[in-house]
């Protein structure tokens, strides 16, 4: 079982920075999937990113392009999500989640991860 918080979120303006990070407990955290996700008001959630085990396959969501970038730190427990040239748009609840899928992949679906991260807001000002 993989425990998981989110944390970095906050408020910044348009064009600007954040780094998310979320920290796992639990010792299947290394062979694991891991995944972004965002939640906007009235909207459903919506993956952003993945990344297998050992960061060597990423999956990105179109609308990132290339503005958000996932990493992992293993020996810390840690995914990172970097966010930069922030949007109005890009206002929801992120979430982190861990996948019990092939650590070899990246999984894109919501329904392939099983553990998930309570989450932290990113409100982007206009």
């Known amino acids: 079982q993989v425990q998981l918080v989110e944390s970095g979120g906050g408020l910044v303006q348009t064009g600007g920075s954040l780094r998310l990070s979320c920290s796992a407990s639990g010792r299947t955290f290394n062979t694991s999937p891991m995944g972004w996700f965002r939640q906007a008001p009235g909207k459903e959630r919506e993956f952003i990113t993945s990344?297998?085990?050992?960061?060597?396959?990423?999956s990105y969501a179109d609308f990132v392009k290339e503005r958000f970038t996932i990493s992992r730190d293993n020996a810390k427990n840690t995914v990172y999500l970097q966010m930069s040239s922030l949007k109005p748009e890009d206002t929801a609840v992120y979430y982190c989640?861990?996948?019990?899928?092939?650590?070899?992949?990246?999984?894109?679906?919501?329904?392939?991860?099983?553990?998930w991260g309570q989450g932290t807001q990113v409100t982007v000002s206009s």
């Open positions: 990344i297998n085990w050992n960061g060597g396959r990423t």
């Open positions: 989640a861990a996948s019990s899928r092939s650590f070899i992949s990246a999984p894109v679906g919501i329904n392939e991860y099983t553990y």
